[in-house]
């Protein structure tokens, strides 16, 4: 079973800092791995995904994460935050296999941007 | 805006009443997946359907069910509900059947409180 945890339920940086979201996996086998962002009220915007192409992955809106098997993480990185990134973001999971096709999140990291 | 839709938007109910939640998914998409989100759990998968069969099931509780129609358009049937069945509950969809790098684009949520 995978499983996906997000360290720092809440992270706040200012305006124009580097924004840092961590995400660690577990699978036993190769995973799919991605990124969501829901902003107040509405539903999940996908921000990238890791389908094992390339281990550097550039997602919408100036983000990115780097697949690092040997650590297990994904972490979702953007140079300079902007006020409008502020939003819940979430790390999921997902396995190739015959038996469907279930994505497992993570708890979710609330990112606050400071004036 | 992903092109899945769901209503109802809202939806207010007491203990013991049952309520059907719909979810339409993108013109094309075969998969459809329910999710619910609360403050306890966070986000869990519940069910997948793929062109009318179900395909993967996850946490879901005996009171629930679920369907999809020949259009593809897809049924949460909540019965019995509790204090604790309230949350928002998600519908995505998704081009194919598995396959974990298949991308789920998400709905907007129907928010279930059980009064």
């Known amino acids: 079973a995978q499983s996906v945890t997000q360290l720092g339920s809440h992270v706040s940086v200012s305006e124009g800092a580097l924004v840092l979201l961590r995400c660690n996996y577990s699978?036993?086998?190769?995973?799919?791995l991605f990124w969501y962002v829901q902003y107040p009220n509405q539903g999940l915007q996908l921000l990238l995904k890791?389908?094992?192409?390339?281990?550097l992955v550039k997602g919408i809106n100036g983000f990115e994460a780097e697949f690092k098997k040997s650590e297990t993480s994904f972490h979702l990185t953007k140079p300079s935050a902007h006020m409008s990134d502020a939003a819940e973001y979430f790390c999921?999971?997902?396995?190739?296999?015959?038996?469907?096709?279930?994505?497992?999140f993570g708890g979710g990291t609330r990112l606050m941007v400071k004036p | 805006d992903s092109g899945v839709t769901q209503t109802p938007k809202h939806l207010i109910t007491a203990t013991g009443q049952r309520v059907t939640l719909r979810c339409s998914p993108r013109?094309?998409?075969?998969?459809v997946y329910w999710y619910q989100q609360s403050l306890d759990q966070g986000l869990q998968f519940l069910i997948q359907?793929?062109?009318?069969?179900?395909?993967a099931k996850g946490n879901i509780l005996e009171r629930f069910s679920a369907q999809q129609f020949p259009d593809l358009h897809s049924e949460l049937n909540l019965s019995s509900l509790e204090l604790g069945d309230s949350a928002l509950y998600f519908c995505?969809?998704?081009?194919?059947?598995?396959?974990?790098?298949?991308?789920?684009?998400f709905g907007p949520g129907t928010r279930l409180t059980v009064l």
């Open positions: 995505a969809s998704s081009p194919l059947s598995g396959g974990g790098a298949d991308t789920q684009y």
């Open positions: 699978s036993s086998v190769p995973p799919y």
């Open positions: 890791y389908t094992s192409a390339a281990t």
């Open positions: 999921a999971v997902s396995v190739s296999n015959n038996a469907g096709n279930m994505l497992t």
């Open positions: 013109s094309g998409d075969l998969s």
């Open positions: 359907y793929y062109n009318g069969e179900e395909r």
